[in-house]
T-cell receptor
Framework: KNQVEQSPQSLIILEGKNCTLQCNYTVSPFSNLRWYKQDTGRGPVSLTIMTFSENTKSNGRYTATLDADTKQSSLHITASQLSDSASYICVVSAGIHDMRFGAGTRLTVKP | ETGVTQSPTHLIKTRGQQVTLRCSSQSGHNTVSWYQQALGQGPQFIFQYYREEENGRGNFPPRFSGLQFPNYSSELNVNALELDDSALYLC??????????????FGPGTRLTVL
């Protein structure tokens, strides 16, 4: 069973709207949590990295939150753009060589 | 662009054959990691090289092997290909050996199809 679960599996929103993607994990011990954006046919691109002591991190219109107690993270996208259409992958690291990837949320932004 | 390149972009092989995939890391990055990404799934960690030595491995059999060279290039070799090896293979380079806040820069991937 994957120790990093993402929801929803896919999401369709209208341009300009906000959305929130969820990531729940059971990985232990916990080192850090990362969100990546992966365009179709491309490699993932890092959006945010959060360690245990951080509970929010922003990168432009992307804001990630982390609740290490409940082992939940969310990625909030504000004022979505067509170029936000991609897969968003949550990655939880238990150590240097132990990165667990979620299956991703496929986001489609429509005009 | 991340500055990480991979070749070839696409590759078709038959079962039982051997394949070599190549990655060129960002200059100065001593660490390269390789991942296998099946369709609709997140990447799975294959192994990591730091300064030309393997220093971490995921749950992949020995027929998956690698090399890292001093010029920041690396290879992933897969012997005795199986149908399930069909996937997108990603390499990622980073400055350190995967520290807590070490950013990985991914290449565009090689799409391998095994028939």
């Amino acid at each position: 069973k994957n120790q990093v679960e993402q929801s929803p599996q896919s999401l369709i929103i209208l341009e300009g709207k906000n959305c929130t993607l969820q990531c729940n994990y059971t990985v232990s011990p916990f080192s850090n949590l990362r969100w990546y954006k992966q365009d179709t046919g491309r490699g993932p691109v890092s959006l945010t990295i959060m360690t245990f002591s951080e509970n929010t991190k922003s990168n432009g219109r992307y804001t990630a939150t982390l609740d290490a107690d409940t082992k939940q993270s969310s990625l909030h996208i504000t004022a979505s753009q067509l170029s936000d259409s991609a897969s968003y992958i949550c990655v939880v690291s238990a150590g240097i060589h132990d990165m667990r990837f979620g299956a991703g949320t496929r986001l489609t932004v429509k005009p | 662009e991340t500055g990480v390149t991979q070749s070839p972009t696409h590759l078709i092989k038959t079962r039982g054959q051997q394949v070599t995939l190549r990655c060129s890391s960002q200059s100065g990055h001593n660490t390269v990691s390789w991942y296998q990404q099946a369709l609709g799934q997140g990447p799975q960690f294959i192994f990591q090289y730091y300064r030309e030595e393997e220093n971490g491995r995921g749950n992949f059999p020995p027929r998956f092997s690698g090399l890292q060279f001093p010029n920041y290039s690396s290879e992933l070799n897969v012997n005795a290909l199986e149908l399930d090896d069909s996937a997108l293979y990603l390499c990622a380079s980073s400055l350190l050996a995967g520290g807590p806040t070490d950013t990985q820069y991914f290449g565009p991937g090689t799409r391998l199809t095994v028939l």
